[in-house]
């Protein structure tokens, strides 16, 4: 892959940062749900966990490079160059993220990791950043090899990352928005609507709507569940205190914790 661009990785940081601000305040302006906030405790500890997975997959990414020249992959070996390549770089690396996060549903190894995100009680934008640095190290672990295969710059991975990151941060976000206009922009991207489903602690909600950008994935995988209706959605992980867990020590050690009635069920099947 190319060197990473350091325009490009400055303009990502800068549309992650605004996305969180915005969304921040439009939920305190403006939630979709008053009542069962993490507060600013919640919200701090959550963002120092970001704040360190940041500073880890750049110091990553910069220990990798540099990376061989984009198009000598797959998608050069198809002559997708330019607009084209781009384009399609993009579709595999959401695909991939897809992918990937039913895996982290469905290999126990993988879950123990990932629960760190599930556990929180109260979702919010804030809950977008919240992984574990171990996840964080096996998420870049299993990136890297895909976008080498693509045959994807350096460039393509932080313009996928510019996209995917103010979307998450969305989709956790508790903000309001009006159901029609979540059900309208549901068929092209992940909506909270959708996500929040996603956080539920029943194991049936839990395996679907894995999709981390468009929400095409899981109509195809046949994975999509929505859920309308005004009522506060559940959010945690049965078997958790989060009097215990919701500490930062607490939530480093928990992937070495024994995973007891926790952990979900397989990849869910068809919907």
Do not use: Q
Not at 42 to 63: F, S, Y
Not at 133 to 162: D, F, Q, S
Not at 241 to 258: N, S, V
């Amino acid at each position: 892959m190319d060197a990473l661009p350091a325009p490009l990785a400055e303009h990502k940081a800068l549309a992650t940062g605004a996305a969180l601000a915005i969304l921040w305040t439009v939920e305190h302006l403006a939630p979709a749900f008053a009542e069962g906030r993490g507060g600013l405790r919640h919200d701090a500890r959550n963002l120092l966990l970001g704040a360190g997975n940041a500073l880890l997959v750049g110091g990553l990414l910069a220990w990798l490079a540099p990376w061989p020249p984009a198009g000598t992959g797959l998608l050069g070996a198809l002559g997708a160059r330019g607009a084209l390549g781009v384009g399609l770089g993009l579709l595999c690396l959401d695909l991939w993220m897809y992918a990937w996060h039913r895996l982290n549903h469905a290999v126990p190894f993988l879950w123990r990791w990932h629960r760190v995100h599930h556990a929180d009680p109260a979702v919010d934008a804030s809950t977008a950043v919240r992984f574990h640095p171990g996840e964080i190290l096996l998420g870049t672990a299993g990136r890297v090899p895909v976008a080498l295969l693509l045959g994807l710059g350096a460039g393509h991975v932080v313009l996928y990352e510019m996209i995917l990151l103010p979307v998450i941060l969305f989709h956790h976000s508790n903000a309001r928005v009006p159901e029609r206009l979540d059900r309208w922009l549901g068929l092209v991207v992940v909506t909270p609507a959708l996500h929040r489903i996603h956080h539920s602690p029943d194991r049936a909600e839990t395996d679907s709507n894995y999709a981390s950008v468009l929400s095409l994935w899981d109509r195809l995988a046949r994975t999509r569940r929505a859920r309308r209706g005004p009522a506060r959605p559940r959010y945690g992980l049965p078997g958790l205190d989060p009097a215990r867990t919701e500490r930062l020590g607490a939530l480093l050690r928990l992937p070495f914790a024994p995973p007891g009635p926790v952990a979900p069920s397989p990849a869910a099947g068809p919907r």
